[in-house]
């Protein structure tokens, strides 16, 4: 008998050692999953080292990949919106009017439906840049450096995506609208950080904290 519990034991404990490994392989998946999903979109994903432990960047690859989604499907909800608006004013999607087709879409999605508030946004990301920049020069590694990083690389991303407009293609202006919204929560982020702790390494949790406000601020108590 005590053989047996002795193998009982012994069994069990090894069941826990593969749940808790199959467990930590399966947030693993799920992290580099979202990652995935986020970058296909058009958005440069937060840099795990912005993080102080796994579970802060969890939570924060989780949110980024939640408001990337809410704001995809407000954006093609409005491109079907545009389309019906071009249907109506007697443009059609056949051949060979299907380029006009597009270009009315973008059109009227850009200047009626929700695609105005990304115009905006980028408008304010030039302005971010005229007053953060001389600002962030006194930060000198830390998070807050890595932060903007990750934020020029994101403009840069959106220049490449911008200049791939001329080919009129929804999927483009869907990841175009997607990275300029990034590019404005990151630059708010900062300001936010830059205005609560000026000239200091601003500690992690005050990141995730304020990435996650910008993106949902009603949400997570903010």
Not at 17 to 38: C, G, H, P, Q
Request: aromatic share 12%; glycine share 4%.
């Amino acid at each position: 008998m005590k053989r047996f519990n002795f193998i009982l034991t012994v069994a069990l404990f090894f069941l826990l050692l593969i749940d808790v490994s199959f467990s930590a392989e399966t947030k693993k998946d799920s992290i580099n999953r979202m990652v995935y999903e986020i970058e296909k979109s058009g958005v440069e994903p937060l840099d795990r080292s912005l993080f102080a432990n796994d579970e802060d960047y969890m939570e924060m690859i989780k949110t980024q990949y939640s408001f990337i989604k809410e704001e995809k499907t407000k954006i093609l909800k409005d491109m079907n919106a545009a389309k019906n608006t071009c249907k109506i004013m007697g443009f059609n999607d056949n051949y060979p009017n299907k380029k006009r087709f597009k270009e009315c879409v973008l059109e009227v999605w850009q200047t009626r439906l929700i695609g105005k508030q990304y115009v905006k946004m980028q408008n304010e990301i030039n302005t971010q840049d005229e007053n953060l920049n001389d600002i962030l020069l006194a930060y000198d590694g830390g998070y807050v450096e890595k932060l903007n990083k990750s934020r020029k690389r994101q403009i840069k991303k959106n220049s490449y995506l911008r200049d791939q407009l001329a080919k009129v293609d929804y999927g483009t202006a869907v990841k175009y609208a997607l990275g300029i919204a990034a590019a404005y929560y990151l630059g708010k982020t900062l300001a936010e950080i830059v205005k609560v702790k000026p000239v200091a390494k601003a500690e992690p949790h005050v990141h995730v904290r304020s990435y996650r406000c910008m993106n949902f601020p009603t949400a997570f108590g903010c």
